[in-house]
């Protein structure tokens, strides 16, 4: 009985967390779509600021 309804606990909270994790996923990504250029910029500036 035990066995049973821990079986039954454990799959919600899996697919929860993995569905946090594809949530977490997507916003990275959906911020790195619309701010990865600035980002790119401003990494590179600062990397020629260090040359001089």
Do not use: N, Q
């Not at 079986?7 to 967390?17: H, K, M, S």
């Not at 949530?23 to 790119?40: D, Q, Y």
Request: hydrophobic letters at 60%.
């Amino acid at each position: 009985m035990d066995k049973t309804a821990r079986r039954y606990t454990a799959l919600p909270a899996a697919l929860i967390v993995l569905g946090l994790g594809v949530m977490a996923a997507t916003a990275a990504f959906a911020g790195w779509v619309e701010h990865g250029s600035a980002i790119l910029l401003s990494l590179a500036e600062s990397g020629m600021a260090w040359c001089f």
